[in-house]
């Protein structure tokens, strides 16, 4: 199906050379669309997006997507120009509905949520989308957040960063959210908290659907899959945690090599792209809910 975005955004030339039906919007959006809004967090805005609207390439339905940026914290990394052009914030979209929203990570998993300077809008955004939007999906930091937001759970710091790839297992195969994933696959992690298996386990509103024996808690949703939250990144591409290794490096911070991802483990080697097929699944099951 079709995919529309903002006309101009760098990701439409992108994904069209991928053969994705990506257009800019046209006049009148078809009937048949889902709107889609994206809180972009992450400071590789353009990166993000692109890695987000290719998940939808599978999806029964024509999507729209809209993007969202905050008002309370102005990014630095990416120009006021291009969040002038592509971005609205909230009160553009407070008085629409949407069929879904997307909450994406962010690097302030060191900070408790209160110290985070655009939490009070975050909360806003959750509690608005609660009535006005028919399904959430939360990345990482989002995930976290919104667990906190909507059922308390609280995120707790990792001695070392939860870096790599790693095996996962379906908990729930009945799930329609799990539809047509195997037993065990891969997914990406980059992240310096955890959430705690047992205290999903122990919330009546939620189902666990992945673990890895690894990385712990990937996967969980409300039992009326109103809301998924992901606390790793299917959507990455092949080079993604090998930008943030290098990245990491060239700082100075104690950085260990992403586990399960070059070959042999050595970063002189392109990693492959081991979990394209399962991130694909796990985005057109959401969509097509």
Not at 105 to 118: K, N
Request: charged share 25%; hydrophobic share 40%; net charge negative.
């Amino acid at each position: 199906m079709t995919v529309f975005v903002p006309d101009g955004l760098p990701a439409l030339e992108k994904l069209k050379n991928e053969n994705i039906d990506v257009r800019p919007y046209p006049d009148k959006i078809p009937e048949n669309t889902q709107k889609i809004l994206i809180l972009n967090l992450m400071p590789t805005k353009q990166v993000t997006e692109t890695q987000l609207i290719r998940m939808f390439a599978d999806s029964k339905t024509n999507v729209a997507v809209y993007l969202m940026n905050t008002v309370s914290y102005t990014s630095r990394n990416t120009d006021s120009e291009y969040l002038d052009r592509f971005y609205k914030g909230f009160s553009a979209y407070k008085d629409e509905t949407f069929d879904g929203l997307i909450v994406t990570g962010a690097p302030v998993e060191h900070l408790d949520f209160t110290q985070v300077l655009y939490w009070h809008e975050l909360c806003e955004i959750f509690d608005w989308a609660k009535v006005n939007v028919r399904k959430i999906y939360t990345i990482c930091w989002g995930a976290q957040a919104a667990l906190m937001h909507y059922c308390g759970i609280q995120k707790h710091p990792l001695p070392e960063k939860m870096f790599g790839i790693f095996e996962h297992e379906v908990l729930c195969p009945e799930n329609p959210l799990c539809k047509g994933l195997p037993e065990k696959f891969l997914a990406p992690h980059s992240r310096h908290a955890e959430v705690y298996k047992e205290d999903i386990i122990n919330c009546k509103d939620l189902d666990l659907l992945s673990v890895s024996e690894d990385a712990g808690v990937l996967w969980a949703a409300t039992k009326d899959l109103k809301i998924v939250f992901v606390t790793g990144h299917p959507e990455y591409d092949a080079e993604t945690l090998s930008l943030e290794y290098f990245r990491d490096l060239e700082k100075g911070d104690d950085i260990k090599c992403p586990k399960n991802y070059f070959p042999h483990d050595d970063p002189a080697f392109p990693p492959p792209l081991t979990w394209r097929e399962f991130a694909k699944i796990i985005y057109t099951n959401w969509i097509n809910l």
